[in-house]
């Protein structure tokens, strides 16, 4: 079985946006605002090269609420994908999952309540399936209090970064002493740490 680093995307790969409006603070829905936060491609490149699969899950609320099309979606990602290769040959991400669903959403069919929104497991799960992972000794990184739950429910071990919302998700994760095994200022450390852990084994 393989071994995976399951990756938020905003706030974890790429920097955070002020956004458009007051409600699109946070939301990415523009591809000219794609910019990798420093370290992203050689932290996931060094990742690889220990032998882990790549799988970015991603919330993506912002189609629900009808800030960002599908379509537009997939730009934004092949965005990142150029980005990424063009830093560092290596850094291939070999799987992205998104959750495009909100039950306060404003399109009809994305307005539900759906498991692969994290906290829930849905999209680790289908990752689990499609490349035969073994969450045992795989990881979770993210930004955010719902990354440490995403990563908590499915066992896995869990890295919160202080990029993003980093800083102020950790506050809320010790108060709600949730499940984290290591901080780091950002991916690069995160790998780093990780790279370490492999050595000892």
């Not at 458009?20 to 946070?26: H, M, S, W």
Request: hydrophobic content about 40%; overall charge negative.
């Amino acid at each position: 079985m393989n071994k995976a680093l399951f990756l938020d995307r905003d706030g974890t790969i790429l920097k955070e946006v002020p956004g458009e409006t007051p409600e699109t603070l946070g939301y990415l829905v523009r591809v000219e605002d794609v910019e990798l936060i420093d370290g992203s491609a050689g932290a996931i490149a060094a990742a690889k090269e220990l032998g882990y699969k790549i799988i970015i899950i991603t919330n993506q609320s912002a189609v629900a609420r009808g800030w960002l099309t599908i379509e537009e979606l997939d730009k934004i990602n092949s965005r990142m994908y150029s980005l990424l290769e063009s830093s560092n040959p290596d850094a291939k991400i070999d799987a992205l999952y998104f959750s495009p669903y909100h039950k306060e959403g404003t399109i009809e069919e994305y307005s539900i309540e759906h498991n692969s929104r994290k906290p829930d497991i849905g999209m680790i799960l289908d990752a689990k399936r499609d490349f035969d992972i073994d969450l045992n000794g795989s990881y979770m990184i993210g930004d955010a209090v719902s990354d440490m739950k995403c990563g908590e429910n499915a066992g896995l071990i869990n890295i919160l970064v202080e990029t993003g919302y980093g800083k102020m998700a950790k506050r809320k994760c010790l108060d709600e002493k949730l499940k984290i095994d290591f901080i780091a200022s950002n991916l690069k450390e995160a790998v780093e740490f990780i790279q370490k852990n492999a050595e000892k084994r």
